[in-house]
């Protein structure tokens, strides 16, 4: 217990400087296929929650020439992204996990929401080009901006699957615009980002904490085999959404114990 709070202590320790930290072997083959099974599951159709939302890859692979409304097309593998998997009890059980509680604890204050649950693939086909982005501002619609995701790769996500790629630290900096998302051109060209760029690979069953704010990408698929990740990000469960134009949304809280009668 005492080396799990230490290692917990130094990731979050080197995620505060960093704006990124690796957890390695956070879950073995054996954990990790089930949750591949199921992505494939509700891909298919073969398993199916009211309320996901799906988005499919652009057939040229260009981020630009996404359909950001089309949503479910049927039976695909090649779906980019497939949010509100916490409806899903195999992927709400692994969110919950008594280590990704405790390093919540350590970086969200009060009770802890999410904001959402979302599994990111690149198929064999190739997938997706996503240019360099941050995770909150005007666009999250949110009231603050979340500080903390916990992403996990259910394959293997070498640099020819187009595994993460992140800028150093460049979280300290806030967001680059009000509106968050993609990072501007200019700005791509002032801070180097080119140069200073740092890929992530990982193993399967191995974690990844990001920080909202922290440039990230990724490329391409180019090894014929699936790429696929889950990613939560956590916020305080006080958190509240924006959006006039819908009825706003409510957020799940998570690690919450049933009371003892």
């Keep these: 217990m005492r080396d799990e709070q230490g290692a917990i202590g130094r990731a979050v320790a080197h995620f505060r400087i960093h704006g990124w930290t690796r957890l390695e072997d956070v879950a073995s083959a054996d954990v990790i296929e089930p949750l591949r099974a199921r992505a494939d ?37 090649s779906y ?5 998997l916490e409806r899903d009890p195999l992927f709400r059980a692994w969110l919950e996990r008594p280590i990704f509680e405790a390093i919540a604890r350590e970086l969200v204050s009060g009770d802890v929401a999410l904001y959402r649950a979302t ?15 941050q995770d909150g501002g ?10 903390l995701q916990i992403w996990t790769a259910l394959d293997d996500a070498p640099v020819e699957a ?7 630290a460049s979280h300290v ?3 680059v615009t009000p509106l968050g998302g993609l990072v501007p051109h200019d700005a791509l060209l002032r801070a180097r980002a080119e140069e200073r760029k ?7 069953g191995e974690t990844l904490l990001i920080h909202n704010h922290l440039w990230h990408r990724s490329g391409v698929n ?7 990740a889950f990613t939560v990000t956590y916020m305080p469960a006080e958190t509240r959404c924006l959006r006039k134009k819908r009825a706003p949304r409510i957020f799940v809280r998570v690690f919450e114990r049933q009371s003892v009668r």
């Design 222 to 228: 180019t090894t014929g085999r699936p790429r696929r």
């Design 80 to 84: 980019r992204k497939i949010e509100k």
């Design 138 to 147: 005007k666009f999250w619609g949110l009231d603050r901006d979340p500080e």
């Design 41 to 77: 599951d509700i891909m298919l159709g073969r398993i199916i929650h009211e309320g996901l939302f799906f988005q499919h890859d652009a057939e040229t692979g260009r981020y630009d020439d996404l359909d950001f409304g089309r949503g479910w097309v049927g039976p695909s593998l």
């Design 162 to 168: 187009g595994c993460l790629e992140v800028v150093d």
């Design 119 to 133: 599994l990111f693939t690149k198929g064999p086909r190739g997938g997706t080009h996503l240019p360099w982005h």
């Design 173 to 175: 900096g806030g967001l």
């Design 198 to 204: 740092l890929a992530l690979p990982a193993r399967a």
